[in-house]
Structures are given as C-alpha cells and as structure tokens.
T-cell receptor, first 116, second 115 residues
Framework: DTEVTQTPKHLVMGMTNKKSLKCEQH?????MYWYKQKAKKPPELMFV???????INESVPSRFSPECPNSSLLNLHLHALQPEDSALYLC???????????????FGPGTRLTVL | AQSVSQHNHHVILSEAASLELGCNYS??????LFWYVQYPGQHLQLLLK??????LVKGIKGFEAEFIKSKFSFNLRKPSVQWSDTAEYFC?????????????FGTGTKLQVIP
C-alpha cells in the first residue's frame, strides 16, 4: 500500500463550526505533514510530526490544531476558521524526517476546504 | 533559511518540443532536491529526486534533471513533450531546519502542451 488517503474530499464550513480533517497511511512511515495550498500557489508547510511528536509548527494560528493519535493517523482539527483559510489541505508522509535522512514525501489527494 | 525559485511561471509548448524548466535554490548546507508534478485534478506526485551521487537523475515518464552544485540549480528536462505532460511542476528543496528536514517548494511552473 503506497497511498496516503484523506477524508473528506470536500468540506464546507461556517466560521463558528468545528470540523476535523483526517489523513491515513499504512506504509510504515514515521513522519507526517500538513500543508496548505492556495490556488495557483505552492504547498506551504504547516506542521510536521515525527514519531508521533510535533516537531515543526510553522507559526500556524491556533484555530488549526493538529493531532497524531498513532503512527498511521494524522488529524487536523479546525475551529473558528476565517474565509481566507479556504484552501486545499494536503497531507504527506515520509519514512523519516530527521537530519541526514533521505525523505521522499508521498502526498494525499487533499481536502478542499471552503469557509463561509 | 532555504528558498527555491522557478523562473518560468507558464510555459506553452507544442507536442514533440523539448522542455527545460529552471529551478534555483538558496541554502548553505547539504540539500536533497525533488521535482513534483500535479496533473489537473490529481494530487502531487514525485517525478524524480536527487540525494547524492550522479548529478544527472532520471525520473518517470522520460523526465530527467541535472544538479549543478556550483550554480545551485536543478533544472528539469524532457527531450520530447506530450499532451499528457500538461500539468504544474514544482521544484522542492529539503534541508535541515532545527534538526529536522524541511521541504520548501518553488512557486511552480504551469506547462501547457498543445497537440
């Protein structure tokens, strides 16, 4: 299995809603990532988990809350989002993320989020 | 901090034309280099990667890239493009960030191949 799956594919939410994005991989990877991609822009790193611990937080607002319950799962909890948070949210995984390791990231299809 | 620049934002080619997409990076240490492709409506896929060794790397679908360390470049090439190569292409650099490897993407090049 060389897939990263993400659910849901599309999500529309109001600014007062609470929702979660889910990402799953069964490749035995120990590093997982959340990226945000706006239209016609490159993916921007949000969070990195390494061995289920948060290792990088790229100064993301607290209305985005990541969670890594186990090595195969990565969640992104959303609360009180703004319309400008509308974007494609991509999950990726790699074998490792430590210095000196060679990491090819495998990307999921993304969740298209619209905040009204 | 590392950065990546892709000079061509939008490239239009006829089928069978040769392709070269530029990528330059800025980083003071050892880097790993990637080219990713995003076909319309599909997710990011790895085209090729460079970690060490032969600076000319071959990827899927006839693509290749050459790492020129002195020029901080990793240009993507294909001798003869097809209509199915229409996609967005992202160059990416991975380098150390506080003990962890961080990947930074370039702004992307949209390739349109005309039949």
């Amino acid at each position: 299995d060389t897939e990263v799956t993400q659910t849901p594919k599309h999500l529309v939410m109001g600014m007062t809603n609470k929702k979660s994005l889910k990402c799953e991989q069964h490749m035995g990877h120990r590093a997982m990532y959340w990226y945000k991609q706006k239209a016609k822009k490159p993916p921007e790193l949000m969070f990195v988990y390494s061995y289920e611990k948060l290792s990088i937080n790229e100064s993301v607002p607290s209305r985005f809350s990541p969670e890594c319950p186990n090595s195969s799962l990565l969640n992104l909890h959303l609360h009180a989002l703004q319309p400008e948070d509308s974007a494609l949210y991509l999950c990726a995984s790699s074998l490792d993320s430590g210095t000196g390791s060679y990491n090819e990231q495998f990307f999921g299809p993304g969740t298209r989020l619209t905040v009204l | 901090a590392q950065s990546v620049s892709q000079h061509n934002h939008h490239v239009i080619l006829s089928e069978a034309a040769s392709l070269e997409l530029g990528c330059n990076y800025s980083y003071g240490g050892t880097v790993n280099l990637f080219w990713y492709v995003q076909y319309p409506g599909q997710h990011l896929q790895l085209l090729l990667k460079y970690f060490s060794g032969d600076p000319l790397v071959k990827g899927i679908k006839g693509f290749e890239a050459e790492f020129i360390k002195s020029k901080f470049s990793f240009n993507l090439r294909k001798p003869s493009v097809q209509w199915s190569d229409t996609a967005e292409y992202f160059c990416a650099v991975e380098g150390d960030s506080g003990g962890y490897q961080k990947v930074t993407f370039g702004t992307g090049t949209k390739l349109q191949v005309i039949p």
